[in-house]
C-alpha cells in the first residue's frame, strides 16, 4: 500500500474510532487495579503507567508532521485526538498521584512541588497543557485567529520535553528506557527545527532572486 491508498483509508477513520481505541489502555489498566495485575503496589504502577502512555501520546502528536514530510503519510486529521488522548492519561496520572497516592493531603502536595525538581517539572508540564487542550476545537482556532493559534501550540513542544524530562528524573536507578523516549523527543525536535531553518532559507533565496529579476 503506497502513501496516497494509505492516506485515503486514514482519512475515513471516524474521530470516535480513533478516541475510543486510544481509551482501551486505560479500560485495561482499570480492570487490571481491580483484579490485583498491577503487582504489589498498584497505585504506583497505575501512576506510572498512566504518566508514560500520555507521554507516548504525546510523542505521538508530535512524530505527525516529520512523518508526513519523510514518508507521505498524513496523520493531521487525527493529530487533535492524539493530542488530546495524551492530556486526558496525563490527567489521569496526576489525579492517581493527588488523590491515591498523596490522597489530597495539600499541605504535602505543596510542599513536594516546591521540593522535589521531578515533580515541579512534571507540575510545569501539565500546567502548559492546560491551555493547548482547551483550545483544541474549531471554535478556538476561529477566536483567536490561526496564527495565534499555532503560535500558542508551539507549547507542545516544551510540554513533551518536560515531560521526558520528568520521566528520567522520576525513575529510580539507571534505566534506559526514559532516556530513548528522551531522545526520540530530541531527535523530533532537532528535525523540526532543522526543517524550519531550511525553509526560512529557501524562502530567503527565492525572495533575492525576485529582486534580481525585478
Request: charged residues 15%; aromatic residues 10%; proline residues 3%.
Amino acid at each position: 500500500m503506497n502513501a496516497n491508498m494509505l492516506n485515503t483509508a486514514l482519512r475515513k477513520v471516524p474521530g470516535w474510532l480513533v478516541y475510543t481505541l486510544g481509551a482501551l489502555p486505560f479500560a485495561w489498566l482499570v480492570v487490571q487495579l481491580f483484579t490485583g495485575g498491577l503487582g504489589v503496589d498498584p497505585v504506583k504502577a497505575l501512576e506510572h503507567r498512566l504518566g508514560e502512555i500520555g507521554l507516548q501520546f504525546l510523542i505521538a502528536g508530535l512524530a505527525v508532521t516529520p512523518l508526513r514530510r519523510l514518508t507521505g503519510v498524513n496523520l493531521l486529521k487525527h493529530r487533535r485526538a492524539i493530542g488530546l488522548l495524551g492530556f486526558f492519561y496525563v490527567f489521569a496520572h496526576l489525579l492517581v498521584w493527588l488523590v491515591l497516592d498523596i490522597q489530597l493531603l495539600w499541605g504535602q502536595i505543596w510542599a513536594d512541588i516546591l521540593k522535589r525538581p521531578y515533580i515541579t517539572i512534571g507540575m510545569l508540564a501539565f500546567v502548559l497543557m492546560v491551555p493547548l487542550a482547551i483550545t483544541s476545537n474549531n471554535a478556538s482556532l476561529r477566536r483567536i485567529g490561526a496564527a495565534a493559534w499555532r503560535r500558542l501550540h508551539r507549547l507542545t513542544y516544551a510540554v513533551v520535553l518536560l515531560g521526558a524530562v520528568h520521566f528520567v528524573m522520576v525513575v529510580k536507578g539507571w534505566q534506559v528506557e526514559p532516556f530513548i523516549y528522551l531522545g526520540i523527543i530530541v531527535a523530533l525536535l532537532l528535525l523540526r527545527i532543522r526543517v524550519s531553518v531550511l525553509k526560512q532559507a529557501w524562502v530567503r533565496v527565492r525572495g533575492e532572486s525576485r529582486k534580481r529579476v525585478i
